[in-house]
């Protein structure tokens, strides 16, 4: 009882020395267990000092609260300032070099977000919202991007405010859904029973599109052009029933539509200028065969002890090669198409009997071949027969700039095209061909869609209009929500002003004031540098564009405004070693240990 005793402030007990502070305690953690955990915290008496738990590894990232929700919003806010300048008419072209040194120029907004390098893993959401929009409509890629960064942009101040994400997550949907409703309240439907209105608004749709791109002077061409393609078509409007082919050389306005399969004369040998180069009416063989002699497999090993035996060797494979040959030519067959390789002795072979052949043929193009002139693709050609070929009513090569094609014209099983493109620069056609691609994603979606609307910030600003109206008959944070919802759709307009040198406030007065008194159509004219009723002017575009806009862009705030907090792990140790050693950085080297 008389042993002196030491008193510590808050511990409760003697003699107990108090325990290390975390960041002083250099020796790794002890694992523990979820049991362990739960049992720290009880049992304690108060005041009593708890044991630091570690959860996660050493040097993992985390934060979390109002600071983390701010930041990703300024991230996303770079990505918007990269693609800011490519919208509308007057948008400017971006120059992406990747690693490998490879250039692309474009102002389309799925290929430059694409093309960007995002590390940000909030940032990557504009990223996938650029993807869903050109995959779903075709269009507008860089309008989603845009209205997703303004939407973020205009619930910042009300984050930083103290209101709950959740508010601002219910108002947007609440918001988007009375956008979509009143866009199909005021969309303008399609009249499909007269064939030539029908074809004039397709054509204005497709120039619309085309009004923002590299070819923009030759939108007439190339709108006539889509619309040719698309109509030609079965009414399923298949897309990979149309190819694009890109010719190097000569001017866009030789560009031209191919009522069938087209594609470039693949890799030849010696005969295949003896082969005849025009059919009509000609069945078509699509095998998947090698056509010549094959290798013998690696340490294969045939022993014979005359010369008779080795004769009979090399006379048994020369004679499955002519067994092939004669097979195919029995089954009626005058053009023979192949994905693998048909050597020189079957090309002479096939000349000397006025049958035309083609080894090496893209998969693309041998898939189209199929579905457009029927038949099958044939791993053998025991089964052959007349119900596995194609038929196509006119075969023929000929010669485009410096390249020669094949043309499979006529063809009986399905409707399909293919689009020649020609033009000086690589990337000049490369950018012509994503182009295209947009308005034939248009032109049919405005088949399938059956309604249109007015483009150049019109449609923007009559939901913007409405929006502020509607926010007016609600009490309560919802009203201030919804209204900034309404701003941040002037986003539209505002950005066409700024990218064609415009005074973007003093247009946007002017299309408020036209809204204001009924003229729902009212956009901006970038021609005459100021406003216009846009739907009489054919600027059109599908009500689906819009719609799928407004819905993906206020789908990625809210799952934006959702997150507040990031967890960032560590990269691996055995990982990097196993990077650095050139081995694959997910898997353990050899003879490492695990841990």
Known sequence: DDAPRTSQQGSGCANTPAPPHPTTNHTRPAPFHLTELVMAGRGMPQGMMRPGIILLKDGTDTSQGKGQLISNINACQVIVDAVRTT?????????????????????????????????????????????????????????VVLLCGELLKECKPFIEEGVHPQIIVRAFRQAVALAIQKIKDIAVPIKKGDSDELRRLLVKCASTTLNSKLVAHYKEF?????????????????????????????????SCLVSGVAFKKTFSYAGFEMQPKDYKDCKIALLNIELELKRERENAEVRVTTAAEYQAVVDAEWDILYDKLKKIQDSGAKVVLSKLPIGDVATQWFADRDMFCAGRVAEDDLNRTMLSCGGSVLASVNDIDAANLGFCGHFYEKQVGAERYNFFTECSKAKSCTIIMRGGAEQFIEETGRSLHDAIMIVRR?????????????????????????????????????????KALEIIPR????????????????????HAQGGMWFGVDILSEDIADNFEACVWEPSLVRINAFTAATEAACLLLSVDSTV???????????AQNGGHPGMRGRGVPRR
């Open 446 to 486: 405005a088949l399938k869609n059956n309604s249109v609307v007015a483009g150049g910030g019109a449609i923007e600003m009559e939901i913007s209009k409405f929006l502020r109206e509607h926010a007016k008959t609600i009490a309560g944070k919802q009203q201030l929500l919804i209204a900034a919802y309404a």
């Open 87 to 143: 919208l509308g008419p007057r948008g400017m072209d971006k120059l992406i070099v990747n690693q490998h040194g490879q250039a692309t120029i474009s102002n389309d907004g799925a290929t430059i977000m694409g093309l960007l390098d995002v590390v940000h893993p909030a940032a990557r959401t504009l990223v996938d919202i650029a993807r869903s929009q050109d995959a779903e409509v075709g269009d507008g890629t860089t309008s």
């Open 222 to 254: 190339f709108a006539n052009l889509c619309v040719d393609a698309v109509m030609m078509l079965d009414s399923h409007l298949p897309l990979n029933m149309i190819g694009l082919k890109k010719v190097q050389g000569g001017s866009l306005e030789e």
């Open 495 to 514: 950005q066409l002003c700024e990218n064609a040198g415009l005074d973007s406030i003093n247009v946007l007065n002017k299309l408020r004031q036209k």
């Open 568 to 578: 960032k792990n560590p990269s691996s140790q055995v990982a990097g070693a196993n």
